[in-house]
């Protein structure tokens, strides 16, 4: 079962959606009962979207920078009537998108040459070609992960106000 993560900890953590999970004594419906006020209450700051027992914080498009984080948070009700909070951060669906395409693009062009390599090795054809290629892709699978790291430390701080506004709907 996941715990929940302070901000510290999500500096050093090395995933880069970062989740938490907690169990709170109060009822579902009161939760989003109190989402819907907040909602309406920090509307110049944040979008809240409320879909079923789904709760998403985004960050206005006025002060949202390329790498602002949003929060997706999940609440289940449980049998003694406290609810299960799961939440996760993570970037905007656009730049979260192109960044999986990169990676398959990425891992596409390794693996091809992977394959051309072990083809030019068979005919015993030069294969240096394939394996500096190869090499690149290695570097550039790094690069995108040291990037989305940079990017996570540069949203700390918005990270840290979505979880505050959290923290206004559910005492976790």
């Known amino acids: 079962m996941l715990t929940q993560i302070t901000s510290m900890e999500i500096e050093d953590t090395i995933a880069l959606r970062p989740k938490f999970s907690k169990d709170v004594p109060e009822a579902l419906k009161e939760i989003l009962d109190k989402a819907a006020i907040i909602k309406h209450e920090a509307k110049e700051d ?32 449980n049998e003694d009537k406290s609810t299960n909070v ?5 970037p905007d669906q656009t730049v979260w998108t192109f960044f999986m395409f ?13 394959m ?32 989305a790291r940079i990017n996570r430390k540069k949203c700390q701080p918005q990270m840290r106000n979505l979880e505050e506004l959290l923290h206004r709907i559910v005492k976790l």
Do not use: C
Request: net charge positive.
């Open 86 to 90: 799961r939440g996760l951060y993570g």
């Open 46 to 77: 944040y979008i809240i979207k409320i879909s079923d027992h789904h709760l998403f914080f985004f960050i206005t498009r006025s002060k949202r920078k390329y790498y602002s984080p949003h929060l997706h948070v999940e609440l289940t009700q």
């Open 116 to 147: 051309m390599a072990y083809s030019h090795w068979a005919l015993k054809q030069s294969t240096n070609l394939d394996f500096i290629i190869m090499g690149l892709m290695v570097v550039f699978w790094f690069a995108l992960y040291f990037q």
């Open 102 to 114: 990169l990676h398959f693009i990425i891992a596409g062009i390794f693996l091809t040459f992977s």
